[in-house]
């Protein structure tokens, strides 16, 4: 069955670091493009960060670009969203996305709050 299971979601301080991981099973990344998402309380939820399949092509939301990484270890089986200078409104339940048509799977998702 396949599967994908976020971690590393906490309650940081603004200015703190998180590092979230997406771990699939039942199904390689390998042939997927991935993405993050989040939705914040009473907002739509929205596009984060995104990696292609093929050549590893970023793209970044104007609200995180120069503070948010997605990387992909194929090995592991995993992806991160690596997230520095954190702010109170990146404070969401972040999703990861697995995509490549007719597929498509997604996380439980998981809590990141920042806050004092």
């Known amino acids: 069955q396949a599967q994908l299971v976020e971690s590393g979601g906490d309650l940081v301080q603004p200015g703190g670091s998180l590092r979230l991981s997406c771990a699939a099973s039942?199904?390689?990344?390998?042939?997927?493009?991935i993405g993050w998402f989040r939705q914040a309380p009473g907002k739509e939820r929205e596009g984060v960060s995104c990696i292609s399949r093929d050549d590893g092509t970023t793209y970044y939301a104007d609200s995180v670009k120069g503070r948010f990484t997605i990387s992909r270890d194929n090995v592991k089986n995993t992806v991160y969203l690596q997230m520095n200078n954190l702010k109170p409104e990146d404070t969401a339940v972040y999703y990861c996305?697995?995509?490549?048509?007719?597929?498509?799977?997604w996380g439980q998702g998981i809590q990141v709050t920042v806050s004092s």
């Open positions: 996305n697995a995509y490549s048509q007719p597929y498509n799977y």
């Open positions: 039942g199904f390689s990344l390998n042939y997927y493009a």
